[in-house]
C-alpha cells in the first residue's frame, strides 16, 4: 500500500472568512450585538434625561452613553440620585450581564465548532484508507476499533455526510484515535462526491444505515452501495460493507454490490439464542469481537507458499508447537473462493490451494513469513 498523502490543499483564505461568517450569522452574534447597542443606547438616553439636573455625569449624551458603556461591562461605579435612574441601571446590569454571557457564549461555540470543522477538507489525495458513508454517533466506537493500538496497519479514516455539522468527533489530543480522520461534505449517493473521497484507491468502504431515512435507511443503503461502484468502476474493486436494517434486503444489498453485509438484529438474534442455549457464550463472541490488546481476533491471511499441497490437519499442527508468546495462532478453517470451510473434517478441505485464505485465532497478526513445516524445522 503506497503512503497515503493527507491533504492537498487547505481552503483559501476567502473560504474560511465565508465560513467564519455564516457561522456567525447562524449562532445569532449579530443579534446578541445589536440588542447590546440598543440596550446600551436606549439606556444611556433614559439615564441623561433622569440624572441630568442632579448628576453631573449624566449631563450630556455623550458623558451619559460613556458611563453606561462601563456600567454594562464593568459595573456601576457612580452614585444613582433619582429612582427612574436606579430602575435603568438595575435593568442594564441584568440585561448587560446576560447579553454579554450569551456573547461569550456564542464566540466560544463558534470557536470549538470551527476546530472540529478543520477536520473538514475540500480536496483529498489518499490511497488505501478507509471510507465511512453516513454519520452516526456509533460510529465512533467502529473508529476507535479501526485505530485500536494493535492494530500496526493504521488507514486514514474520511467520513462522508452530508451535514459535517453532525459529525462531533473527540479533540485528538484526548484520544490518539481520532488523529487521522477527515471528513468530505456530500451526500455518498453522489458519484461526485464519492470521487472527492477516493473511494476508488480506497482498502475499504464502510456504509452506514442513516437513521434519519428511518424504514427507507436500507434502501438508502442499496443505492449507496451502487453509486460506489460507479465511483469505483471497472478497474478497481475496493472491499464494500454495508449496513443493513432489515435483513429481507441483505440480497439486494449484494446485488447492488456489497461485499459483505452486517445486520445487527440478525446477529443479535442469532447471539441470543445462542445465548439461551449454552450460558456464557456472549463472553466468547464479545471476546472475539473486541480489538484490544488482551482480546483474541480472527485475522484471514492468504496460505503461505510453504503450505501449499499440505491437508488441512498438517496444515493446522505447524501452527500448534510454538505456544510462547502472543503470535501463537490456530487454524480454524479457510475460505476457497467464496466457500467458507470452518473445521472442516475428514478430507473435506483438500490439500491447501493457492489463492486459499486461512482463518487464524490470534491475539496479534501473525508473521506468516518464517512459518515452517515440521520436516523443515
Known amino acids: 500500500m503506497s503512503e497515503p498523502v493527507r491533504v492537498r490543499e487547505k481552503a483559501s483564505w476567502r473560504e474560511t472568512l465565508l465560513n467564519i461568517l455564516k457561522a456567525w450569522n447562524r449562532h445569532q452574534v449579530w ?39 462601563v456600567t454594562l461591562f464593568s459595573g456601576l461605579e457612580i452614585e444613582i440620585n433619582s429612582s427612574g435612574g436606579r430602575f435603568v441601571v438595575a435593568a442594564v446590569l441584568v440585561v448587560g450581564v446576560a447579553l454579554a454571557g450569551l456573547f461569550t ?11 472540529l ?11 488505501g484508507h478507509l471510507v465511512l458513508c453516513n454519520w452516526s454517533p456509533r460510529a465512533l466506537d467502529w473508529i476507535r476499533e479501526v485505530h485500536s493500538g494493535i492494530v500496526t496497519d493504521k488507514r486514514p479514516v474520511v467520513i462522508v455526510h452530508d451535514s459535517p455539522d453532525e459529525v462531533v468527533l473527540p479533540d485528538k489530543l484526548d484520544e490518539a484515535a481520532f488523529n487521522d480522520v477527515y471528513i468530505v461534505k456530500g451526500d455518498p449517493v453522489n ?68 461485499d459483505e453485509v452486517i445486520s445487527s438484529a440478525d446477529f443479535g438474534l442469532r447471539l441470543m439464542a445462542r445465548a439461551a442455549l449454552f450460558h456464557g457464550m456472549t463472553r466468547v463472541y464479545q471476546e472475539l469481537l473486541s480489538v484490544r490488546r488482551d482480546a483474541n481476533e480472527m485475522y484471514l491471511v492468504p496460505v503461505p507458499p510453504q503450505l501449499v499441497g499440505m491437508d488441512f490437519v498438517a496444515a493446522a499442527n505447524v501452527f500448534l508447537p510454538d505456544r510462547t508468546n502472543l503470535k501463537a495462532c490456530l487454524l480454524i478453517g479457510l475460505y476457497r473462493g ?40
Not at 439606556?43 to 441623561?48: C, E, R, T, V
Not at 436500507?218 to 460506489?228: H, Q
Open 191 to 258: 458519484e461526485v462526491i464519492l470521487r472527492r473521497a477516493k473511494v476508488a484507491q480506497a482498502h475499504s468502504i464502510v456504509i452506514l444505515s442513516d437513521d434519519r431515512q428511518e424504514q427507507h435507511a436500507d434502501g438508502k443503503t442499496i443505492v449507496c452501495c451502487i453509486a460506489v461502484k460507479n465511483a469505483c468502476g471497472q478497474e478497481h474493486d475496493p472491499n464494500i460493507v454495508a449496513e443493513c436494517q432489515d435483513p429481507k434486503y441483505r440480497q439486494h444489498m449484494r446485488k447492488a454490490g456489497a
Open 338 to 377: 467464496e466457500a467458507m470451510m470452518l473445521n472442516p473434517v475428514g478430507g473435506e478441505a483438500g490439500p491447501l490451494r493457492e489463492g486459499d485464505e486461512l482463518i487464524l485465532l490470534s491475539q496479534t497478526l501473525p508473521d506468516l513469513s518464517r512459518l515452517k513445516p515440521p520436516d523443515a524445522a
Open 105 to 115: 457564549a456564542s464566540v466560544a461555540s463558534i470557536l470549538i465548532e470551527r476546530a
Open 31 to 69: 443579534k446578541i450585538l445589536a440588542a447590546i447597542v440598543a440596550m446600551w443606547i436606549v439606556s444611556g438616553i433614559a439615564l441623561h434625561f433622569a440624572e441630568r439636573n442632579t448628576n453631573p455625569a449624566f449631563a450630556t449624551l455623550g458623558e451619559s452613553l460613556w458611563n453606561v458603556w
Open 117 to 127: 470543522r478543520s477536520r473538514e477538507v475540500p480536496n483529498l489525495e489518499m490511497s
